[in-house]
């Protein structure tokens, strides 16, 4: 890997990951600072122990995540569950594209190290998932009798479980027809089928 105009500390934070992905989840700092090119004194320096550089590669993988398929301008439907189903296919896209997704959702999601930063992605994806889904019921796409909060959890819930089953089951399902199940789930969810058989029905009477 050449690495060109980049700090030291994303230099080992991408150095740890492609050592995390080579040894299935196993790290020594020695071979992280090898690959970096720097020093172990750097490493230890700059994330105080083997632990933090694990959660600091597990953040910035979600970071990348959230710019992705979180980040409203890279959303180009006009409607509001045109904008949902695209981001369902950046996110399960995101997971299949990313060598390091495996290891996040599998083995590294049980890793003590990571635990805080996985509720801090988990709290961020809760809370804005809640305020979109009120963006969703002040548009009248969403039925206003759904909770949003216990909505958005366990919708989550749902995605997350069926990616890790897609991403750690064996052969992986082919990602269209994974969007397709998923984004079926999440309209069932949240009843827009239903809500569009009462407009369709409004419009006739």
Known sequence: MIFTKIGTPERLIRAAQDELIQTHGLLEMQAVARRAKASV?????????????????VEAFYNQLED???????????????????RIAAYIA?????????????????????????QAFTKRQL????????????????PPDLDPRLTIALMIGGIRQA??????????????LLTEKIWA???????LAALDARARSASVA
């Open 127 to 142: 809370i804005a998932g809640a305020y979109n889904l009120r963006a969703g019921q002040r548009a009248g796409v969403i």
């Open 41 to 57: 004194g750097l490493a230890y320096h700059h994330f105080g122990s083997k632990a933090g550089l694990i959660a600091a590669v």
């Open 163 to 176: 990616l890790v089953g897609a991403l750690t089951g064996g052969p992986r399902p082919d990602r269209d």
């Open 94 to 118: 995101f997971h299949y594209d990313h060598p390091f997704a495996p290891l996040v959702v599998g083995p590294l999601s049980r890793a003590a190290e990571v635990l805080d930063v996985e």
């Open 185 to 191: 789930f999440v309209a069932s969810a949240l009843h």
């Open 68 to 86: 992705v398929a979180f980040s409203p301008s890279k959303l180009v439907s006009p409607d509001w569950a045109g904008r949902e189903k695209e």
